[in-house]
């Protein structure tokens, strides 16, 4: 069994920074690559950042030069860490992950979601 669980978020003022983690643990053999995902009252959920294996990244448009996602590969943990915040960052944030967990079986897991609000 895989688990993420997110840690971070909280209620920041406008142009402020947060952090957020989230640790995979359990059965896992590598990790194919780990995302940010937000969802904020109302909209559908939006893809805000990937890492994959080789450390590449990419960020959504709205969010590109103002976050910035990495990993400790030894923990199995992922970053996000957020500056330059705005109140339409505001939206409960979910890890995501694709992760290996035997030489035949490749399986995709979520966090709990952690609220991030910006106050204006």
């Known amino acids: 069994q895989v688990q993420l669980v997110e840690s971070g978020g909280g209620l920041v003022q406008a142009g402020g920074s947060l952090g957020l983690s989230c640790a995979a643990s359990?059965?896992?053999?590598?990790?194919?690559?780990q995302r940010w995902y937000r969802q904020a009252p109302g909209k559908q959920r939006e893809l805000v950042a990937t890492i994959t294996r080789g450390g590449s990244t990419n960020y959504a448009a709205s969010v590109k030069g103002r976050f910035t996602i990495s990993r400790d590969n030894a923990k199995n943990t992922i970053f996000l860490q957020m500056n330059g915040l705005k109140p339409e960052d505001t939206a409960v944030y979910y890890c995501y992950a694709q992760i290996i967990v035997s030489s035949s079986y490749t399986a995709t897991y979520w966090g709990q979601g952690t609220q991030v609000t910006v106050s204006s």
């Open positions: 359990g059965s896992i053999v590598n990790i194919n690559l």
